[in-house]
């Protein structure tokens, strides 16, 4: 027999049936906003907002206020009480009524911004995902490339940079402002030519051959050398492996077919030599040295 205490439960389970008809995703939130209050549906919307607060009360010393707490005062009872309102966080005011929510507690932001800039997922404007997406842009990535680190839909992405979207989730605006430039790069992506014209340069002064140069980098052997200071930007990927090959020349892995076999590097890096521009120098030096030493060697054979 069920007792008057199960009456009302039981008649929303059946009302909701009633109206959502015979479906089997019973047991998610999903079916809960649909209008179903069947016991596993709420049961499902108690344990996401359980896990809402978990989450918030994990993120919250994250969220940073504007400032010190605001005094101001709030109305109960229909009297007047000095209270300590909230100042906003994240540089944005605080979402509660009346200029500020009262802080409970003694924390320094209140409850309904930690849940705002942490678990809330309502619709926010996409004006400043647009302008960061661009900026990346600016920066050599791509909406796609964002896209793969985000797991946003790309044509999502697509729609805020065409304005197509006024409004995006919460969530989705989260991952996309923390997105960084050095994130999100392809290997196709363009960056600044600066540092690996650079180190070509040092490259060219240690006494490599451009056509050398570009061997090492895995280009073709008929490759007949490098363009050097006529394009401000490059492949990220190409900077990459010129940095590559600095770094195992500085390790004396690699040297100028004209200086010899890599002994000569070692021997230079032995003698304290910590700047390869000057290599070539040390190197002419120490040919010089091992003539002498072979002369005297056989003479004395």
Same mark, same amino acid.
């Given at each position: 027999m069920i007792s008057s205490t199960e009456i009302p439960a039981k008649r929303a389970e059946a009302v909701s049936r009633m109206i959502l008809g015979p479906r089997s995703d019973h047991g998610n939130r999903a079916c809960y906003v649909a209008g179903c209050r069947c016991e596993p549906c709420r049961g499902a919307n108690r344990r996401r907002h359980?896990?809402?607060?978990?989450?918030a009360a994990r993120l919250a010393d994250a969220v940073r206020p504007n400032g010190p707490p605001v005094p101001g005062s709030i109305s109960r009872g229909g009297r007047e009480h000095r209270v300590m309102l909230c100042p906003g966080a994240v540089g944005l005011p605080c979402v509660g009524r009346d200029g500020g929510a009262w802080l409970r507690g003694?924390? @320094?932001?209140?409850?309904?911004?930690v849940e705002r800039h942490t678990v809330w997922d309502g619709l926010v404007d996409s004006g400043p995902a647009r302008e960061h997406l661009l900026s990346l842009r600016?920066?050599?990535v791509g909406y796609k490339s964002v896209a793969a680190v985000t797991d946003v839909s790309p044509n999502v992405l697509n729609e805020v940079i065409t304005g197509k979207r006024p409004r995006i989730r919460a969530s989705t605006e989260r991952r996309v402002l923390g997105v960084r430039p050095e994130d999100a790069r392809a290997d196709g992506a363009l960056v600044d030519a600066a540092t690996t014209n650079r180190t070509l340069r040092r490259l060219l002064a240690m @006494?490599?051959?451009?056509?050398?140069v570009?061997?090492?980098l895995g280009y073709a052997a008929a490759t007949s050398g490098l363009q050097l200071g006529g394009r401000r930007r490059c492949l990220l990927s190409t900077e990459a492996r010129v940095l590559r090959l600095a770094a195992r020349v500085d390790r004396g892995?690699?040297?100028p077919r004209r200086w010899g076999q890599s002994e000569l590097v070692r021997e230079l890096l032995a003698r304290g030599v910590d700047r390869p521009v000057h290599w070539r120098t040390m190197a002419a030096e120490w040919r010089a040295e091992m003539a002498v030493l072979r002369e005297i060697?056989?003479?004395a054979a």
């Open positions: 359980k896990s809402r607060q978990i989450a003694g924390g @320094g932001v209140c409850r309904l911004c600016r920066a050599g @006494g490599f051959a451009r056509r050398e570009a061997q090492h892995e690699v040297v060697q056989e003479a």
